[in-house]
């Protein structure tokens, strides 16, 4: 069974974060060789102030009825997400999870799902506000 433990880049090289992280890392011989996954780890607050914007939008509209609706919407628009025609010309979308979308990805795809809100979902809805702001200013009222 895979373990997963988090490492942190140091000045020494990669370095264990806590102390469950060291004594995993401590179940193995010295030389023995590992097969690592690097990426970095988004910020908690990038996936939260995504679910915040989606949250102030949802409120605003009313074509899509959950802020899971609109997520999977976006991540189709976007092109975070497979697509599958089957034989009979129906076409299914599977969005990737958030927990797949990285880094600076993760900051593209709010920038590029706040676009699309303004625009289209929420025509007029402040862009600012919808990033930044517990209230939303729709055509010049905040709502």
Do not use: H
Request: proline letters at 3%; a negative charge.
């Amino acid at each position: 069974m895979a373990k997963k433990i988090l490492m942190k880049v140091t000045r020494q090289g990669l370095t264990p974060v806590g102390p469950a992280d060291a004594e995993v890392l401590s179940s193995y011989r010295e030389g023995a060789e590992l097969e690592v996954r690097i990426f970095q780890l988004k910020k908690k607050t990038q996936e939260g102030k995504f679910w915040a914007m989606l949250g102030r939008a949802l409120e605003a509209q009313d074509t899509y009825p959950t802020t899971t609706a609109m997520k999977n919407m976006l991540l189709a628009r976007l092109g975070y997400a497979e697509t599958v025609v089957l034989g009979d010309e129906k076409i299914m979308i599977f969005p990737m999870s958030l927990t797949e979308i990285e880094g600076d990805d993760f900051s593209r795809l709010i920038d590029s799902a706040a676009d699309i809100i303004c625009e289209e979902v929420c025509p007029g809805m402040d862009r600012d506000l919808l990033l930044e702001d517990d209230r939303i200013k729709v055509k010049g009222r905040a709502a």
